[in-house]
């Protein structure tokens, strides 16, 4: 692990990556998951970086933990993700470069991404569905040992703007992707008006966003929760995240489980993220 | 009196449970699971499948919100990329080729529930449930039982017409059993906070606030390890139409402990558990408490012939038919008094 990621995170990240599961980050518009995903990101990537030294150890018999990454963007440009990763130390141009980032770009539809990732025709779930699968296809006939693990920003909004796509067939895309790979980390947002509206007088838009959002959290195994303090705005702190165990959580037997748990968080753009305990220093 | 009555519904309502966790000949052939995110039904479910394993029934898994098999599946039917006559389809042939008793699990019913409630839809649950059910044509008296989730916290669907009733009433009405699983560390935060006479915390989407959707636990961690499990609320129905109510433990699995082969039946009913279980009422002090004391209580026969010819005051009182006919005032003249013929009268 790089020294970007903050310690007391590093352990849920490991095993979200390792487990064959869905991890859902959920988000307020007040504390985005930018910087959590891109060290999803990071951590998988880096992992991928002792090629050579896997290559060795699958010689003497160990299992192979070779990653490689699908990073699916709807609506953040490629830029900003470059930005927050050089600032972990790692350049996502050379990572596309060497194939072991697939990178899906949903600002530039119709064939236009300037970095030579996978063209994606519409911004709908049925395109993006294609384009997976061919990224999928693409990368483990590269390497077919290695473990594909697809990272998707901004899902839920898609039920945004394409009103015809409801929260049923988002998840049929989520399962399908689940049974293809290794893992899936996906964001979702957790807005009051996003998540609480479950009575009729709701918009449509908020009862698909609702069912999806929850349906999202009865899947995963672990659930990052993003979101500001109840107390207000404060100039140390930029929110608490809660690590929960979602609907899908199963015990490994043997291993010692982790625990759940809420901490405080800082971000700042040019010193990266602080995450610590209520009431530590 | 009250002893025998509550070890009499314990050991029936103990033999109840093992019936329909074990899924036995025509137990209950639609239990209903209804769970929320605070307590998934997951392991509810694990055990339903443990069983179904040691007693050799054939397990077929519809799987709308699983992407991988879990263990101990005989078969497994991702149900996401099918309709549902596909589904009916696959379950039969499933059913058919296995010769023994099957129990068929249902991971979520939410997917099929909005699919039920849209406008145009041709899903009628009820019958699709129904002809799950049917038994193989070879052996019918191997009918298969289904085991289903329902997410509480999902939105309800109101059904596309507005005078029918919606999915979630048709499922409740339509089950013969259902069990509603809740988390014992938010049982232990209400029972608390009752005692205190304080409101009952919430948790989770319960909450209302924004961002979170699992509450935090903190009791969970102060429960024993051997201790911890799911509480499961029951409601099971008989043909006769009589119901039982009932709220069970079921121990989580260590696994340094396994589930032995003995018969033992690893669940209890939530008042037997230790964090659960009332007081006992103090019993009555036998006679041997009051050995050392000089203070006599009790009466030798002389004392009780003495108090038997004790003559009390009142004498007309204690006629027979209120003495004084009701409400007239008696009164006993004392020495100061004056007796006036004209003004007193008796």
Redesign the interface.
């Given at each position: 692990m790089s020294s970007s990621m903050p310690p007391v995170l590093a352990s849920y990240v490991q095993q979200c990556i390792d487990d064959r599961s869905l991890t859902t980050l959920t988000s307020v518009l007040d504390t985005p998951t930018n910087w959590l995903l891109i060290r999803f990101l990071v951590s998988a990537l880096q992992k991928s970086n002792h090629g050579n030294s896997a290559a060795a150890a699958q010689s003497r018999g160990a299992p192979a933990n070779n990653y490689k990454v699908i990073f699916v963007s709807v609506f953040r440009s490629f830029d900003t993700w470059s930005e927050l990763a050089r600032k972990c130390g790692v350049n996502l141009q050379d990572a596309v470069a060497s194939s072991k980032l697939c990178y899906i770009d949903g600002l530039a539809v119709g064939g236009n991404s300037p970095i030579g990732a996978m063209p994606l025709e519409n911004l709908t779930l049925r395109d993006l569905n294609l384009c997976l699968i061919s990224a999928i296809k693409v990368l483990s006939a590269e390497d077919p040992s290695s473990k594909i693990l697809v990272i998707i920003d901004g899902i839920d909004f898609l039920l945004a703007c394409q009103p015809k796509t409801s929260s049923n067939d988002i998840q049929q895309v989520l399962l399908e992707l689940q049974s293809l790979v290794h893992g899936v980390v996906t964001t979702c947002a957790a807005d009051s008006a996003l998540l609480h509206s479950t009575d009729a007088s709701a918009t449509p838009l908020e009862l698909e966003h609702t069912t999806l959002a929850r349906g999202l959290a009865h899947q995963a195994r672990w659930l990052f929760q993003l979101r500001p303090l109840e107390t207000g705005q404060s100039k140390e702190v930029s929110g608490s995240i809660r690590i929960s165990r979602g609907g899908a959580w199963e015990s490994n037997e043997g291993a010692r489980d982790l625990v759940e748990g809420e901490w405080l968080f800082h971000f700042r753009n040019d010193e990266g993220v602080k995450v610590w305990g209520r009431g530590e220093a | 009196m009250a002893h025998t009555n509550s070890s009499h519904r314990r050991t029936h309502n103990i033999l109840l449970i093992s019936k329909l966790l074990n899924q036995r000949e025509g137990a209950s052939p639609f239990t209903l699971v209804l769970d929320n995110?605070e307590q998934?039904a997951?392991p509810l479910l694990k055990e339903f499948i443990r069983r179904a394993n040691s007693s050799k029934s054939h397990v077929v898994f519809l799987a709308f919100?699983?992407?991988?098999t879990p263990p101990g599946i005989d078969t497994f039917i991702?149900c996401?990329?099918k309709n549902f006559q596909q589904i009916v389809q696959a379950v039969r042939s499933a059913i058919t080729s296995a010769v023994k008793r099957c129990l068929i699990v249902i991971d979520?019913l939410?997917?099929l529930c909005?699919?039920s409630a849209q406008p145009r839809s041709t899903l009628d649950l009820t019958s699709f449930l129904m002809s799950l059910l049917q038994p193989p044509q070879q052996t019918p008296q191997n009918s298969p039982s289904l085991v289903a989730v329902y997410?509480q916290?999902?939105?309800?669907h109101?059904s596309a017409n507005p005078y029918s009733p919606g999915p979630l009433s048709l499922l409740e009405y339509s089950a013969t059993t259902i069990m509603t699983v809740h988390s014992l560390s938010i049982l232990l935060a209400e029972k608390q906070a009752k005692e205190k006479s304080l409101g009952a915390p919430s948790f989770g989407?319960a909450e209302?606030?924004?961002?979170?959707?699992?509450?935090?636990?903190p009791q969970?961690?102060s429960i024993p390890s051997d201790q911890r499990g799911i509480v499961i609320q029951l409601e099971h129905r008989r043909r006769s139409g009589r119901g039982l109510l009932e709220w069970y433990f079921l121990p989580q699995?260590l696994?340094s402990k396994p589930y032995s082969a003995s018969s033992k039946e690893p669940v209890l009913l939530l008042d037997d558990h230790p964090l659960f279980r009332k007081p006992e009422l103090v019993p009555e002090t036998t006679d041997q408490d009051l050995a050392g004391v000089t203070f006599e209580l009790n009466l030798t026969t002389r004392q009780r012939m003495e108090r038997d010819g004790v003559v009390l005051p009142y004498f007309d009182a204690q006629k027979a038919g209120g003495g004084g006919e009701g409400g007239r005032i008696l009164y006993d003249m004392g020495a100061e008094d004056d007796f006036d013929e004209e003004e007193d009268e008796i």
């Open positions: - | 995110l998934p997951k919100e699983t992407a991988r991702p996401w990329n979520g939410n997917a909005k699919m997410h916290d999902m939105p309800l109101t989407l209302q606030k924004e961002g979170l959707v699992v509450g935090l636990k969970a961690r699995r696994p």
